[in-house]
């Protein structure tokens, strides 16, 4: 009964995602049609032409990004479980975001035990992973450290994403993980929630401690597996 209540709400809450999804790619969409009738009536300066058209490409990107974030935690097949080791693929993924952060004038830090192990899906951890250090890196306009620090305390694994960047008040730290919360002028704000669920589902939670101005630190921690 209590798993026929809990998917019932899931489904519920799936539902209601799906509609505000849909509801933030109609907008790009409507965007679009709109200049695209405008092409079709009347003669347009190629000046105009070229802001319209990189308005559209704009508003199309972001459809895009919203689509592939969301899908990151609607994807309907069976979730795979395999074993993991935590160090290695959290140095796999600053490996990936090296190139990225320098651009940006932060350096990554990685400092991991050995041995921890985990049970769950490799591709959705990184996921999580790169969503998280993105945020931080963004969060660091002028550079700074992004330091991922993970170790093992007693049957938990726990995960530490550490950046130097602009921190969030008490009132913006509980918005975090609500669907479409952004305050960046290109976010989809589906990218923690997609976090937060998906370590929910595996038993984990996130923690988060900022400070405005100095910067932001976010446990994630997880159920560990034995070694053997
Ligand atoms: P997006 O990155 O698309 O805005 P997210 O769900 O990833 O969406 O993040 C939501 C919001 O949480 C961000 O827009 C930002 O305001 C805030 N945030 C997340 N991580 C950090 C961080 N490390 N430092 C400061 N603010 C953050
Ligand atoms: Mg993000």
Redesign the pocket.
């Known amino acids: 009964m209590q798993q026929e209540i809990q998917r019932a709400e899931k489904l519920y809450a799936m539902g209601e995602l799906a509609a505000s999804v849909a509801h933030e790619i109609r907008n790009p969409l409507t965007v679009v049609r709109g200049f695209l009738q405008l092409f079709g009536r009347q003669q347009i300066s190629v000046e105009k032409q070229g802001d319209y058209i990189d308005i559209m490409l704009k508003e199309m990107n972001r459809a895009e990004?919203i689509i592939s974030?969301y899908l990151t935690f609607a994807r309907p097949h069976i979730e795979i479980r395999e074993r993991i080791e935590a160090g290695e693929q959290i140095k796999q993924v600053a490996g990936v975001m090296t190139s990225y952060a320098l651009l940006k004038n932060v350096e990554i830090y990685t400092e991991t035990e050995e041995h921890l192990f985990l049970e769950l899906n490799r591709s959705k951890f990184s996921q999580c992973m790169i969503?998280?250090m993105?945020?931080?890196v963004?969060?660091m306009p002028e550079g700074g450290t992004l330091t991922v620090r993970a170790a093992r305390q007693d049957n938990k694994i726990v995960i530490q994403?550490i950046?130097t960047?602009?921190?969030?008040s008490k009132e913006?730290i509980k918005?975090?993980?609500n669907p479409f919360?952004?305050?960046?002028e290109?976010?989809?704000?589906?990218?923690?929630?997609?976090?937060y669920r998906i370590i929910e589902a595996w038993g984990g939670k996130v923690e988060v401690q900022?400070e405005k101005g100095k910067?932001?630190h976010?446990s994630i921690i997880l159920p560990a597996v034995s070694d053997e």
Not at 181 to 184: G, W
């Open positions: 990004e974030d969503n998280i993105k945020n931080g963004e969060a994403i950046d960047g602009k921190g969030m913006e918005r975090l993980g919360y952004s305050t960046k290109k976010g989809t704000g589906l990218g923690l929630m997609v976090c900022s910067g932001t976010f």
